[in-house]
């Protein structure tokens, strides 16, 4: 998948541009500031929201066939009279932290959706298609909608490796994806296709390098590269990695929105992949309580202020 970061080491760690011809001396270009390279990439935004459109008259009076795809052209020629999307009322602009430092990220909202918003923990079920700033599609499923496992699921192989199964997205897809809500349902119809109702999320993102492929290189897409997505939210699914009863998001105990740094055994697996939290032999689900309408208890039966699950110090016993 495109959107997943290439661990590529020649595309990580640096380009080979020549060697002497005296002593065979491997050149290496290191790559470029972060910071640097994140001003000129808002310069190539900016540059890019000012110059082009989205076909917001289709969404205006949407004409029969309309797939409601956020679709981008040029100001020019016949239309030159179009609204930039620098100036249209749903573009607004988040800041995303990655590697030490804030990106600055445009959202195009073109309708939020209006069921579950999708956290950075949950399962996607959306279409997307993804374009350069000189308007080559470089990866596309605009028809049949895709699952996207934001952080994916760590387990243990059986040599006792960490293995990541799914995530691996870069920080820019996540994090404009959970911009966006769901829709409230779909209908199978009688030849077993799907019609979803027109109320889910539809809009676009437009990141700086940083937040996408920075200085990898892959074969539709350039080094130092900010992308643009669009995407229709479809489903915004609650996930429960371990199956332990904690939805994956409340597992992020510190709150920072991180997953991987949550891990109270240490034993290198995160609380939210890790089906016994606490490493004490109780698999948390048997240590939580899910009533019946889904609220959970976490008993702290020692009263030592950490809930049995969290707790090494508190034992039962399977049963």
Known sequence: MILKRSFVIFAFVSLLIGCSSDDDEIIVVPPRD???????DEETLQAY?????????????PPAGFDYVVRFDTI???????????????????NVPNDGIDYKM???????????????????????????????????????????????????????RIVRTGGNFVPGFKAGLTEFREGSGFIVNADNTVTWNEDYGIGAFFMPSGLGFFSSALPNIPAYSPLIFSVQMLRAVEADHDNDGIPSWREDLDGD???????????????????????????????IIIKEDG????????????????????FEPVS
């Open 295 to 314: 609220t959970i208890e976490f008993p702290d039966s020692n009263n030592n202020g950490i809930p049995n699950y969290l707790d090494p110090n508190f």
């Open 106 to 160: 445009y959202i195009l909202k073109v309708r939020e959706g209006v069921g579950r918003q999708l956290t950075f923990a949950d399962s996607a079920f959306a279409t997307f298609e993804g374009v350069l700033t000189n308007r080559l599609i470089f990866d596309s499923n605009t028809v049949i909608p895709t699952w996207f496992d934001l952080p994916g699921v760590l387990t243990r192989d059986f040599q006792g």
């Open 76 to 94: 020019a020629g016949e239309n030159s009279n179009k609204t930039p999307l620098i100036d249209s009322d749903f573009l607004f602009v988040r």
């Open 49 to 61: 929201l000012k110059t082009h459109f989205y076909n917001y008259e289709d969404f205006e009076n």
């Open 34 to 40: 972060a910071r640097e390279q994140a001003a000129t």
């Open 257 to 287: 929105g991180d997953l991987f740094n949550d891990d109270t055994d240490g034993d290198g697996i995160p609380n939210y992949s890790d089906p016994d939290d606490d490493g004490d032999g109780t698999p948390t689900r048997q240590e």
